[in-house]
């Protein structure tokens, strides 16, 4: 089945930087979820989103459900090295669950 | 408590042999889920037991795939006469609450399947 469009698929960042990754979809979504995954770990819930236009922060994570509920975005500010590992966005609804392909993401220190 | 345990961590067979993979749940969990993680992907859904209720087959690829659960404890998932597209992570996870698509998940570490 297709899979959510997630960008980027690898983001190499500076400690202390702010990063943004998203997902996209043609198909409404009445939940969004984002994942971390740490090597050789299963999946992770960082956030749950559960409106359309819903903003949440958990720390220094910020996601946001899209108005148009086709979309999300994850933020993590000031990363620090233990940020590292495949973030994945899943959006579910009445029929279906779907994973993005995931974001893997590297700190320098 | 412990979290979702599975077995082996890693696995390697040859082309056309059966493998046998394991999955102990949360203590306490009724629901459980099977997903297949291709390199580069993201997570696909295979099959969800509920308690006693009939299983979703719904996202097993083919028949050669079959998973077995008895009543809210540990679940096998078995792959007959393996291929090499089947070489993946497979995943499981576990919840307290009931439905496919609850968000509240707990997934193992997962079973790195290698088909050579």
């Known amino acids: 089945g297709q899979q959510l469009n997630q960008s980027p698929q690898s983001m190499f960042i500076q400690e202390g930087e702010d990063v943004s990754m998203n997902c996209t979809s043609s198909?409404?979504?009445?939940?969004w979820l984002w994942y971390k995954q740490d090597p050789g770990e299963g999946p992770v819930l960082l956030i749950a989103?559960?409106?359309?236009?819903e903003l949440t922060s958990n720390g220094r994570l910020t996601a946001q459900f899209g108005i148009t509920r086709k979309d999300s975005f994850l933020n993590i500010s000031a990363s620090i090295p233990s940020d590292v590992g495949i973030y994945f966005c899943?959006?579910?609804?009445?029929?279906?669950?779907?994973f993005g392909a995931g974001t893997r993401l590297t700190v320098k220190p | 408590g412990a979290g979702v345990s599975q077995s082996p961590s890693n696995k390697v067979t040859e082309k056309g042999k059966d493998v046998e993979l394991r999955c102990d749940p949360i203590?306490?969990?009724?629901?459980l889920y099977w997903y297949r993680q291709r390199l580069g992907q993201g997570l696909e859904f295979l099959i969800y037991?509920?308690?006693?209720?009939?299983?979703?087959k719904s996202g097993l690829p083919s028949d050669r795939f079959s998973a077995e659960r008895t009543g809210e404890s540990v679940s096998t998932l078995t792959i007959q006469r393996t291929q090499q597209e089947d070489s993946a992570v497979y995943l499981c996870?576990?919840?307290?609450?009931?439905?496919?698509?609850?968000?509240?998940?707990?997934f193992g570490p997962g079973t790195r399947l290698t088909v050579l």
């Open positions: 996870a576990s919840s307290t609450r009931t439905g496919r698509l609850v968000s509240e998940q707990f």
């Open positions: 899943a959006g579910t609804n009445n029929n279906d669950m779907r």
């Open positions: 037991f509920q308690g006693n209720s009939a299983p979703d």
């Open positions: 203590s306490g969990h009724t629901a």
């Open positions: 989103l559960y409106k359309a236009g």
């Open positions: 198909s409404i979504f009445n939940t």
